[in-house]
């Protein structure tokens, strides 16, 4: 379907804080384990069965998308890169990626990443 925009997210953030929003709506990753989530659009077909606590994973839209990554290091026995990626359904099937980050800072450290991504016409 034209309106059903989806994204898996998953991030591999043992020893890290991570704290993400795509196209301005903190989507609830807050880091120190691995977690996977389904981004959708406001006219997927899923959103009006959602529970209350999912709607902010309604995020998509159409054309370009914002996503920011701020993430710190807060486990010094942590020797795990922090990992982050974003696939279309269609994705799966070929291991690609829309977006994949791999990062590894130093006990305290922080960054920020700002991307930007088009979902492909098949994901529309």
Not at 78 to 92: M, P, R
Request: contains cysteine.
């Amino acid at each position: 379907m034209i309106n059903d925009l989806m994204v898996a997210i998953t991030v591999l953030a043992n020893g890290y804080d991570v704290n993400i929003t795509v196209n301005g709506r903190d989507i609830g990753i807050t880091g120190g384990k691995s977690e996977s989530l389904k981004l959708f659009g406001e006219n997927h077909s899923m959103v009006p069965v959602l529970p209350e606590d999912m709607k902010k994973l309604v995020c998509l839209k159409k054309g370009a998308n914002e996503i920011f990554f701020k993430f710190r290091c807060r486990d010094i026995e942590s020797k795990s890169d922090l990992i982050i990626e974003l696939k279309t359904k269609e994705q799966f099937v070929t291991d690609e990626c829309l977006i994949s980050l791999k990062e590894h800072l130093d006990l305290g450290k922080e960054n920020t990443v700002h991307k930007t991504f088009t979902l492909p016409i098949a994901t529309l």
